[in-house]
């Protein structure tokens, strides 16, 4: 993948040798038989998750099908923060690339932010997104 966008190659058949490099190591990773964001952070990433452990004619069955997604705190405009202070808004990004199996139906995410001096607050809400008032604390956020 020699582009910035991201490519869906999830239940393919790779071969042999190629499917045992897979297998070899934790998912996802770099490969040998393909470039992408895991060689190259300028390059998309290609979803190979539910590889199969045969060739589709031959019965092959997904290995796996799911890939580790990324779950960032940010500012307004989309960088990074390590801390919040108090009274400012918390943004959320995620990045999983096989977590939209289908682009036709909504798909539900709950995230819950907890500090280190308060962990029992009600979840926050997609659909609502304030916090309720018995979320309270020093404002120090930690992504678990």
């Keep these: 993948n020699h582009t910035s966008f991201a490519i869906d190659a999830k239940n393919n058949w790779w071969g042999v040798d190629d499917s045992a490099e897979i297998n070899a190591g934790t998912n996802p990773q770099a490969l040998s038989f393909i470039y992408d964001g895991n060689n190259d952070g300028s390059a998309g990433k290609v979803n190979y998750a539910g590889w199969l452990n045969g060739s ?13 997604g990324q779950l960032n705190l940010t500012d307004s405009s989309g960088i990074v923060v390590p801390t919040y202070q108090k009274g400012e808004s918390v ?13 036709a139906v909504a798909e539900t995410l709950t995230v819950k932010i907890t500090s280190e001096t308060e962990d029992t607050g009600t979840p926050f809400s997609a659909t609502t997104p304030v916090a309720p008032s018995s979320n309270v604390g020093d404002g120090t956020l930690t992504v678990l």
């Design 56 to 68: 589709y004619s031959g019965g092959g069955i997904p290995v796996s099908d799911t890939m580790t």
């Design 91 to 103: 943004y959320i990004q995620v990045a999983d690339s096989d977590g939209n199996a289908n682009a």
